[in-house]
């Protein structure tokens, strides 16, 4: 395990670690200024498959923290890059959001939001525009025994009045109706934080996954052999921390305490 203060690369998770909703946390800027002044990198990581990276770039502009395309990496990336490592399917149904199945087709990855005959696989992710006709079709596909794959286990999404639920939520009422569990790409999996290490070519020893999620942020990190931290800003508590066999490098109340400790004037 690295020094706190020798981390170079900072895997940010986004709700609940760096804002909530629509409310930026008044550590973020002064901790992402700290990381560029001091020549560090930061990227973008988020389970949230609901939303492309343009939409979050707007969204992070609103709240005054700038921001371009190759910060992030999101559960839709990691994705496209597994489904580009497997023999191709012949169609795909999208449930998801509408940018959700934009964001596929515009990778080449075959895709309908119909239920079709040729469909052999379902892609399921985070969807605001959920209907139970996309659920009944879900359950028609996965009873023909098509492959199965969601980008994020996360049971809900955290928001300004409290939590929705999502994809997990979703697949364990699929589960229930079907007997079938997915494939889950994203966090708690590595490949987000590995792509990250490839895209910015540092060594896991200089990086670490922040986030306020011990299932998905921190056994991301610990899967892919980084060091993490776990705030206490979103979903996570301390009650779940001494519930859970996930155990983070550090633990800190929120992006500010981490600041404080990266830079040397508070406790890791």
């Known amino acids: ?10 895997l940010l ?11 930026l946390f008044p550590g973020t800027m002064p901790f992402l200024d700290a990381v560029r002044a001091k020549g560090g990198r930061y990227l973008f990581l988020t389970n949230n498959s609901s939303k492309s990276a343009d939409a979050y770039i707007a969204k992070l502009a609103g709240m005054g923290v700038p921001a371009v395309r190759e910060d992030f990496l999101t559960s839709v990336d990691a994705l496209i890059a597994d489904l580009g490592g497997r023999p191709p399917f012949r169609k795909c149904y ?53 492959e199965f794959i969601a980008t994020n286990p996360d049971w809900v999404c955290p928001t300004w009045y409290g939590c929705v639920p999502d994809c997990g939520s979703v697949c364990e009422m699929l589960f229930r109706a079907t007997g079938r569990r997915p494939q889950v790409i994203g966090k708690p999996q590595p490949a987000m934080a590995l792509l990250a290490l490839a895209r910015t070519g540092l060594r896991p020893d200089q990086a670490v996954m922040i986030g306020d999620r011990l299932y998905t942020d921190v056994a991301s990190g610990v899967n892919a052999g980084i060091d993490t931290a776990f705030v206490l800003s979103g979903e996570g508590t301390m009650a779940d921390l001494e519930q859970s066999d996930v155990k983070p490098t550090w633990v800190f109340d929120d992006i500010a305490a981490l600041h404080r400790a990266w830079e040397g004037t508070g406790t890791p």
Do not use: H, S, W
Request: aromatic letters at 8%.
């Open 13 to 23: 998770d986004m709700d609940g670690t760096i804002y909530l909703d629509k409310t």
């Open 94 to 146: 999208a449930f998801g959001t509408e940018t959700f199945r934009r964001q596929l087709a515009e990778a080449g990855v075959p895709v309908t939001a119909r239920l079709e005959d040729d469909v052999d696989c379902l892609l399921i992710a985070f969807d605001t525009e959920l209907t139970f006709q996309k659920l009944e079709d879900a359950c028609i596909l996965l009873n023909r025994g098509v």
């Open 1 to 10: 395990m690295a020094a706190l203060e020798e981390k170079k690369l900072f």
